[in-house]
C-alpha cells in the first residue's frame, strides 16, 4: 500500500493504538474517539488491578534500555516496527546519542504517526518512516532493505505491537520472516501484552479485547511466556531473559504496583 493509501486512511472517529498509546503516556496527539477508548481501558484494567500507564512507561522504558543497550554493543542499523507516535527519547535519538552514523528504518500502518514521524525526521538524514504493515513482513523487509544494508548486522524492533495480530500462528509466521535475512550479530527484540499466570480476568479481558476490536488494529492477544520465548528460539537470548518490562536491565528499577498482574513481556536476542 502506498503511503497516500495510507494517508486516506485517517479517520478521528476510529480508535488508533497509536494514538491511545500516546493518551497513556501523556501525549496530545490524540483525538477525542481516542480518548475516550484509551480512559475505557485505563478504568478496565484498574478493576482488574492493573496500570495501563505503567504498562506503556514499562514498555517505553524497555525500548529505550533495549535500543541504547545494541547501539552501545555496536548494532549500527535498526528496524522499528511498529514505532508510535513521536515521545520523548524516540528510538533513533538515542541510538545516534550513543554512535551518531546509527541507521533507523521505522515502519508503521498509521497515517498520523507516518506524518508526525516524515516532519520530526524531515532533517535527519540517517533515519527513515516507511508506510508499511507487520502482518505484511516481506513488504516491509523489501522496504527497509531500500535504506539498510541486510548483508550486516540489524536490529529488528517489535514492541508492543505483535499483540496486534490476533492469530497465533500467524504471530509466529511474521516473527519468522523477519528473521529470515538476519545475519550473525544482528538482533531481535520484542515486547508482548501478557497476564501473569493465574490472574484470569476473564470478564474484564474480553472487554479490553472488545475495544481494542472496534480500534484500527482490529484486535488484542495477550500470549504467555513460553509462546513469546519461542519467537527467539533458536537466538543468544540476552540476559535476563524474557522478563517484564519493568525487569529488563533496570539498574533502577523503582515500584511498579500496578504491574503485578501482566503488562508487558520482553526480551531481546542475537544471532549466533
Ligand atoms: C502501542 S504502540 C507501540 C509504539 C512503540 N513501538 C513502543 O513500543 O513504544 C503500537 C504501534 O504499532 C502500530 N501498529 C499497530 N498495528 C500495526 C501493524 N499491523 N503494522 C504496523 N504498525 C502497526 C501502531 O500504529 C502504533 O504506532
Given at each position: 500500500m502506498s503511503a497516500d493509501d495510507f494517508a486516506q486512511q485517517i479517520n478521528p472517529n476510529v480508535p488508533s493504538v497509536a494514538r491511545m498509546y500516546d493518551y497513556y503516556l501523556?501525549?496530545?496527539?490524540?483525538?477525542p474517539a481516542d480518548r475516550e477508548a484509551a480512559e475505557r481501558i485505563v478504568r478496565l484494567a484498574r478493576e482488574s488491578g492493573s496500570d495501563i500507564r505503567e504498562v506503556a512507561r514499562a514498555n517505553r522504558g524497555f525500548l529505550i534500555r533495549g535500543v541504547r543497550h545494541l547501539a552501545e554493543a555496536g548494532v549500527r542499523q535498526f528496524l522499528d516496527i511498529g514505532t508510535g507516535l513521536p515521545t520523548q527519547d524516540n528510538v533513533h535519538q538515542v541510538v545516534q546519542r550513543v554512535t551518531p552514523e546509527a541507521k533507523v528504518v521505522y515502519v508503521d500502518n498509521d497515517p498520523i504517526v507516518l506524518s508526525h514521524a516524515r516532519a520530526l525526521l524531515a532533517d535527519n538524514p540517517g533515519t527513515v518512516i516507511v508506510a508499511g504493515d507487520l502482518r505484511e513482513p516481506g513488504y516491509v523487509l523489501k522496504e527497509a532493505a531500500g535504506h539498510l544494508d541486510f548483508s550486516r548486522p540489524v536490529a529488528v524492533v517489535v514492541a508492543?505491537?505483535?499483540?496486534?495480530?490476533?492469530d497465533d500462528a500467524e504471530a509466529e509466521r511474521i516473527v519468522r520472516a523477519l528473521r529470515g535475512p538476519l545475519v550473525p550479530g544482528s538482533h531481535l527484540m520484542i515486547s508482548h501484552a501478557y497476564i501473569e499466570p493465574?490472574?484470569?480476568e476473564a470478564d474484564r479481558a474480553d472487554e479490553v479485547r472488545g475495544v481494542y476490536r472496534r480500534s484500527t488494529s482490529g484486535a488484542l492477544a495477550w500470549r504467555d511466556r513460553e509462546t513469546v520465548r519461542a519467537y527467539f528460539d533458536g537466538l543468544d537470548l540476552?540476559?535476563?531473559?524474557?522478563?517484564?518490562a519493568q525487569r529488563w536491565?533496570?539498574?533502577?528499577?523503582?515500584?511498579?504496583?500496578?504491574?503485578a498482574k501482566g503488562g508487558v513481556l520482553a526480551g531481546i536476542a542475537r544471532v549466533p
Open positions: 501523556g501525549g496530545k496527539d490524540n483525538f508492543a505491537v505483535l499483540h496486534f495480530v490476533q493465574g490472574q484470569g540476552l540476559d535476563p531473559g524474557v522478563v517484564p536491565r533496570d539498574d533502577d528499577p523503582g515500584d511498579w504496583p500496578g504491574l
